[in-house]
């Protein structure tokens, strides 16, 4: 079975200190994996995703940096975060079949809480 | 462009009592639609998803959903509610074109099942 791991689980950082979150994959090749930002609780806001690696899209200009050195492995980087960068960070995949995709859904792992204080 | 609207913050049922979830969608062409759960501090859970077929979808832990095209509606329902279905839950769109499968989700609605 696949599972989706996160670490670390929280984090409290300074503002302008680098940040680096990590996601991993397992039980599955070649998958699709998005990062997320969750803030208050509420929307998800999709920050980059990925269909391959070293392949990154990003969604919305900002202070982070994601990269996918190896096919299950994505990692969000910040060189000075914000106290903006605040929030919950959720990594997802799913299963890419053919060109279009396939309906497969997207599976989410535990989430890191980060502070920048 | 693609959009999803809950348009509940918050619904609150007693437990027994049958549920509602609201969520209409806005996208080109047929969609992928998916309702997700979510408990404090937790990973979104995958509920249920609509591709095709009968409008009516079961799910996990007893949800179920109804598609209804010309509405553009997906609404979560589930016949009798527990105070353990308390929980943060997002409507989430795709259409059938993206090979990123890139999810448009809704803002959340929380339910609140009281004793």
């Known amino acids: 079975s696949q599972t989706i791991h996160q670490w670390p689980a929280t984090l409290v950082q300074p503002v302008g200190s680098p940040l680096s979150l990590e996601c991993t994959v397992e039980g599955t090749s070649n998958p699709n994996l998005y990062w997320y930002r969750q803030a208050a609780g509420r929307g998800l806001q999709l920050l980059f995703y990925s269909v391959g690696i070293g392949q990154i899209s990003s969604e919305v200009p900002q202070n982070l940096s994601a990269s996918r050195p190896q096919d299950r492995q994505f990692i969000l980087s910040s060189k000075k975060l914000l106290l903006s960068d605040s929030g919950f960070y959720l990594c997802?995949?799913?299963?890419?079949?053919?060109?279009?995709?396939?309906?497969?859904?997207?599976?989410f792992g535990p989430g890191t809480r980060l502070t920048v204080t | 462009a693609q959009s999803v609207a809950q348009p509940e913050d918050q619904v609150n049922v007693a437990e027994g009592n049958p549920l509602t979830v609201k969520c209409t969608y806005s996208?080109?062409?047929?969609?992928?639609l998916f309702w997700y759960v979510q408990y404090p501090n937790r990973g979104l859970q995958f509920l249920l998803k609509y591709i095709t077929g009968d409008n009516l979808v079961k799910g996990s832990y007893g949800f179920e959903a109804e598609f209804n095209k010309s509405q553009t509606s997906f609404h979560l329902k589930k016949p009798s509610a527990l105070v353990s279905d308390s929980a943060l839950y997002f409507c989430?769109?795709?259409?059938?074109?993206?090979?990123?499968?890139?999810?448009?989700f809704g803002q959340g609605t929380t339910l609140q099942v009281k004793p």
């Open positions: 989430a769109v795709r259409t059938r074109l993206s090979n990123t499968g890139k999810l448009i």
């Open positions: 996208v080109s062409g047929n969609p992928y």
């Open positions: 997802a995949w799913r299963t890419r079949k053919g060109l279009a995709g396939g309906p497969g859904e997207q599976y």
